[in-house]
């Protein structure tokens, strides 16, 4: 069943790392001359925001593939290609979202059983409930659950390189992350309370961590996510919210703008209160998971200066 419609703003080629010469994108991924033991990992995730934290875990000794990387693709309803089935096939770690985000991705890899193959599903992981909300790639604490499992588990694989992927899961914390850190860190001290809107649910997690007071309805939230009409109280109840400006800051998914967001970021430009965009996948072409995040929450910084004076 259709989800929802995906409007991009930005055209998504490919995930770029900030960390090693290895890449993960829709198409072959090619990784850089291995070391060590000489073994190269065949890895996949289901979608790139997890794709670009796998590759730069990985390294050179993984060669990692991400499955969707289009933003115009809809996680929900995709339907994996023939060579998709087969990238997940020689797989042997498996990265996939679940709670129900990529129903797709399971199937795939229960249509190639393997005894060898490891698959990290991350709603499981995290111990999101059915029905949960499942962009958890925007929760800055499983984003570390995952790479540490990640991590963990190319361990597994090759056991030989422990050193070698011990050293790129510090590296990736202290020099990857930091600025990501540092932001969240800034942003929570600063602007922990100030209420802010949001289009969906994907900010909820991020939200929650920054400590801001996200006051926008939780069921619409969860309806603009899961492509579901809200209802006519929730609507008034945001207007009414952006109209007396009880909220200093508008955050929407600019992948997914119904009528009603379009309509909700208009009448926010037009009270003076800043808006500001989170997408759903890698932005721009060639950015890394962290840098994508960066950037937004720069931005998301800046629109609370803004708002509060501060």
């Known amino acids: 069943m259709f989800r929802r419609a995906m409007f991009p703003v930005l055209a998504i080629a490919s995930v770029g790392l900030g960390l090693t010469a290895c890449s993960a994108s829709s198409g072959s991924t090619t990784s850089g001359a291995s070391v060590g033991s000489g073994t190269v990992i065949q890895a996949a995730a289901s979608i790139n925001a997890w794709g670009s934290i796998l590759s730069q875990l ?14 115009d693709t809809d996680p929900h309803d995709y339907e994996p290609t023939p060579a998709d089935g087969r990238t997940i096939a020689t797989s042997k770690l ?57 991590t963990a588990d190319l361990i597994k694989l ?26 969240i860190s800034a942003i929570k ?17 991020l939200a929650d961590a920054l400590g801001l007071r996200l006051i926008t309805p ?20 945001i207007d009414a919210q952006i109209s007396s400006k009880q ?28 808006v500001t965009a989170v997408t759903e996948t890698l932005a721009p072409a060639g950015a890394s998971f962290q840098d994508w ?4 929450l720069r931005a998301l910084e800046s629109a609370l200066a803004q708002a509060t004076g501060k």
């Open 247 to 274: 909220l200093k800051v508008y955050v929407f998914n600019s992948q997914n703008s119904t009528p009603d967001v379009s309509a909700q970021v208009a009448a926010a430009k037009k009270q003076a209160i800043p």
């Open 293 to 296: 995040q960066s950037a937004q």
């Open 58 to 71: 990985g390294g050179s000794h993984v060669k990692a593939t991400s499955v969707i990387t289009n933003p």
């Open 218 to 237: 939780p069921s619409f939230l969860k309806d603009i996510s899961e492509g579901t009409d809200p209802s006519a109280a929730d609507k008034a109840t």
């Open 158 to 183: 090759d056991p030989a390189d422990a050193t070698y992927f011990t050293a790129q899961r510090q590296a990736f914390e202290t020099h990857g992350l930091a600025q990501y850190h540092q932001l």
């Open 189 to 205: 001290a600063k602007y922990a309370g100030t209420p802010v809107g949001a289009s969906e649910s994907i900010f909820a997690p």
């Open 94 to 150: 498996f990265v996939e979202n679940g709670v129900g985000y990529d129903p797709w991705a399971d199937k795939a890899v229960k249509a190639s059983p393997d005894s060898s193959r490891l698959v990290i599903n991350v709603g499981q992981l995290t111990g999101t409930p059915t029905g949960g909300n499942p962009h958890r790639w925007y929760s800055p604490g499983d984003v570390e659950q995952v790479a540490e499992t990640i």
